[in-house]
Protein backbone atom coordinates (compact mmCIF):
# COMPACT_ATOMS: atom_id res chain seq x y z
CA UNK A 1 0.00 0.00 0.00
CA UNK A 2 1.47 3.38 -1.26
CA UNK A 3 1.60 6.22 1.37
CA UNK A 4 0.67 9.67 0.19
CA UNK A 5 3.47 11.74 0.69
CA UNK A 6 1.82 13.78 3.45
CA UNK A 7 1.40 10.49 5.58
CA UNK A 8 5.38 10.17 5.40
CA UNK A 9 5.95 13.95 6.21
CA UNK A 10 4.15 13.47 9.01
CA UNK A 11 6.48 10.53 10.19
CA UNK A 12 9.38 12.74 9.22
CA UNK A 13 8.04 15.52 11.36
CA UNK A 14 7.19 13.37 14.16
CA UNK A 15 10.42 11.45 14.08
CA UNK A 16 12.48 15.08 14.18
CA UNK A 17 10.46 16.47 17.16
CA UNK A 18 11.33 13.27 19.16
CA UNK A 19 14.85 14.09 18.38
CA UNK A 20 14.80 18.00 19.31
CA UNK A 21 13.08 17.30 22.77
CA UNK A 22 15.44 14.28 23.20
CA UNK A 23 18.37 16.93 22.75
CA UNK A 24 16.90 19.37 24.91
CA UNK A 25 16.68 16.96 27.45
CA UNK A 26 19.96 15.49 27.09
CA UNK A 27 21.11 19.41 27.22
CA UNK A 28 19.65 19.76 30.86
CA UNK A 29 21.15 16.19 31.89
CA UNK A 30 24.79 17.26 30.86
CA UNK A 31 24.61 20.93 31.81
CA UNK A 32 25.05 22.02 28.59
CA UNK A 33 23.14 25.66 28.11
CA UNK A 34 24.61 25.72 24.05
CA UNK A 35 22.51 22.51 23.47
CA UNK A 36 20.03 23.60 25.28
CA UNK A 37 19.59 26.64 23.56
CA UNK A 38 19.88 24.98 20.38
CA UNK A 39 16.42 23.74 20.60
CA UNK A 40 14.89 27.21 20.59
CA UNK A 41 13.74 29.69 17.88
CA UNK A 42 15.46 32.66 18.27
CA UNK A 43 12.25 35.01 19.01
CA UNK A 44 10.59 32.10 21.44
CA UNK A 45 8.21 33.46 23.48
CA UNK A 46 7.92 31.69 26.69
CA UNK A 47 4.39 31.93 29.16
CA UNK A 48 5.71 31.95 33.28
CA UNK A 49 2.49 30.94 35.19
CA UNK A 50 0.69 34.59 35.24
CA UNK A 51 3.74 36.76 34.37
CA UNK A 52 4.06 38.37 30.88
CA UNK A 53 5.56 36.46 28.42
CA UNK A 54 9.64 36.47 28.35
CA UNK A 55 10.48 37.05 24.76
CA UNK A 56 13.30 36.06 23.11
CA UNK A 57 16.25 33.72 23.21
CA UNK A 58 18.25 35.92 25.83
CA UNK A 59 15.37 36.08 28.43
CA UNK A 60 14.70 32.83 30.09
CA UNK A 61 16.43 29.21 30.75
CA UNK A 62 14.29 26.79 32.79
CA UNK A 63 13.46 23.72 33.34
CA UNK A 64 10.25 22.45 34.50
CA UNK A 65 6.57 21.58 33.25
CA UNK A 66 6.08 23.01 29.43
CA UNK A 67 3.27 22.64 27.33
CA UNK A 68 5.41 23.80 23.41
CA UNK A 69 3.83 24.40 20.24
CA UNK A 70 7.16 24.22 17.48
CA UNK A 71 7.51 24.99 14.35
CA UNK A 72 9.65 23.82 10.84
CA UNK A 73 12.30 26.80 10.33
CA UNK A 74 14.98 25.80 7.51
CA UNK A 75 17.39 24.63 10.15
CA UNK A 76 15.05 22.05 11.63
CA UNK A 77 12.07 21.87 13.93
CA UNK A 78 12.20 24.26 17.04
CA UNK A 79 10.34 24.89 19.79
CA UNK A 80 8.54 28.69 18.94
CA UNK A 81 5.87 28.71 21.93
CA UNK A 82 5.72 27.75 25.56
CA UNK A 83 3.63 27.36 28.42
CA UNK A 84 5.68 26.93 31.28
CA UNK A 85 3.72 25.57 34.54
CA UNK A 86 5.33 26.15 38.09
CA UNK A 87 4.80 22.96 39.98
CA UNK A 88 6.41 24.17 42.75
CA UNK A 89 10.27 25.88 44.25
CA UNK A 90 12.41 26.25 46.53
CA UNK A 91 15.93 28.00 47.29
CA UNK A 92 19.13 25.45 47.46
CA UNK A 93 22.86 26.99 47.66
CA UNK A 94 24.16 27.20 43.94
CA UNK A 95 26.78 24.60 44.26
CA UNK A 96 23.77 22.31 45.30
CA UNK A 97 23.05 21.30 41.71
CA UNK A 98 25.76 18.83 40.09
CA UNK A 99 25.94 17.32 36.47
CA UNK A 100 24.58 13.87 35.72
CA UNK A 101 28.06 12.64 35.40
CA UNK A 102 28.97 13.69 38.43
CA UNK A 103 25.94 11.96 39.94
CA UNK A 104 26.80 8.64 38.12
CA UNK A 105 30.00 8.64 39.68
CA UNK A 106 28.96 9.20 43.36
CA UNK A 107 26.69 6.47 42.68
CA UNK A 108 28.65 3.86 41.93
CA UNK A 109 31.43 4.90 44.46
CA UNK A 110 28.62 3.73 47.18
CA UNK A 111 28.75 0.57 48.78
CA UNK A 112 26.15 -1.96 48.22
CA UNK A 113 23.93 -2.37 51.24
CA UNK A 114 24.24 -5.84 51.17
CA UNK A 115 26.83 -8.43 50.53
CA UNK A 116 26.95 -11.08 47.62
CA UNK A 117 27.05 -14.71 49.22
Same mark, same amino acid.
Given at each position: ??????? %????? #????????? @?? *??????????????? +?? @?? #??? +?? *? #?? !?????? %????? !??? =? *?? $? =??? !??????? &??? =? &?? @?? #??? +????? /??? &? @???? !??? /? =?? $?R?L?????
Amino acid at each position: MAQSSSE %IQYLI #DRAAIHDLL @TR *YFQGLDRGSPEQVRS +CF @TD #DVQ +CH *Y #DK !RAPTKG %IEAFM !RSL =R *YL $D =RMR !RVKSGWR &ISD =R &IH @TL #DWS +CQVPA /NFA &I @TLAQ !RVS /N =RS $DRALPFSEA
